[in-house]
């Protein structure tokens, strides 16, 4: 019933940066929260940054001044600015959405994109 699209990843060097959006579509009547999160090879899923719907973000460390997410309430839409990328910042990242309520059914849900890959060479 709901679908999250990510675009914008890609390979990018050392410095660089990368936009990163995803869009929501769907049964949806609202969305808590949206967040960003990653997985490199051999670690586990870390979160990157998270934004509610009222603007209240969150970063990891490792990001932080680096790193800005943002929303687009109206589009159901996310957004990563990512700036001085490191290589370390090689991952798939992966949109989610939090305690989403739809038009169809009772409840609050959590739906997760298929990720977009970042690379960043050094």
């Known amino acids: 019933q709901v679908q999250l699209v990510e675009s914008g990843g890609g390979l990018v060097q050392n410095g660089g940066s990368l936009r990163l959006s995803c869009a929501a579509s769907g049964s949806i009547s609202s969305i808590d929260t949206m967040g960003w999160y990653r997985q490199a090879p051999g670690k586990q899923r870390e979160l990157v940054a998270s934004?509610?719907?009222?603007?209240?973000?969150n970063y990891v460390d490792s990001v932080k001044g680096r790193f800005t997410i943002s929303r687009d309430n109206a589009k159901n839409t996310v957004y990563l600015q990512m700036d001085s990328l490191k290589p370390e910042d090689t991952a798939v990242y992966y949109c989610?959405?939090?305690?989403?309520?739809?038009?169809?059914?009772?409840?609050?849900?959590?739906?997760w994109g298929r990720g977009t890959q970042v690379t960043v060479s050094s």
């Open positions: 989610n959405a939090y305690r989403v309520r739809l038009t169809t059914i009772i409840g609050l849900y959590t739906y």
């Open positions: 934004i509610t719907s009222g603007g209240s973000t």
